[in-house]
């Protein structure tokens, strides 16, 4: 089975960077769609970013374009997020989850995801 393992969260000034990585523990990684969702506390959990199996194809969600950026490197089977320009509202759990699906944002959807990690929180102050 395959399992995720999300680290490199942490509290953060606003304005300042995180980097996030999911790393799995099947050499598989490279089959799958990977995607990261966020979560705050009390509220459902929103899509952020997704990237296709090779890397090529990615789709961020609108609240953080152009701000963070998603990477993988399946000879290490993991992949990153970048965060920069941080807001205290991106203040979340941040999860990686991976799809059989292509990544898009009409399938950056929680029930298209198997496999999930355990999570890694975000705190970015005012």
């Known amino acids: 089975q395959l399992q995720l393992v999300e680290s490199g969260g942490g509290l953060v000034q606003s304005g300042g960077s995180l980097r996030l990585s999911c790393a799995a523990s099947?050499?598989?990684?490279?089959?799958?769609?990977v995607g990261w969702f966020r979560q705050e506390s009390g509220k459902e959990r929103e899509r952020v970013s997704c990237?296709?199996?090779?890397?090529?194809?990615?789709y961020y969600a609108e609240s953080v374009k152009d701000r963070f950026t998603i990477s993988r490197d399946n000879a290490k089977n993991t992949v990153y997020l970048q965060m920069n320009n941080l807001k205290p509202e991106d203040t979340a759990v941040y999860y990686c989850?991976?799809?059989?699906?292509?990544?898009?944002?009409?399938?950056?959807?929680?029930?298209?995801?198997?496999?999930w990690g355990q999570g890694t929180q975000v705190t970015v102050s005012s």
């Open positions: 990237i296709s199996r090779s890397g090529g194809s990615t």
């Open positions: 989850a991976t799809s059989s699906v292509s990544c898009s944002g009409s399938t950056l959807l929680r029930p298209n995801y198997d496999y």
């Open positions: 099947a050499f598989t990684f490279g089959r799958y769609t």
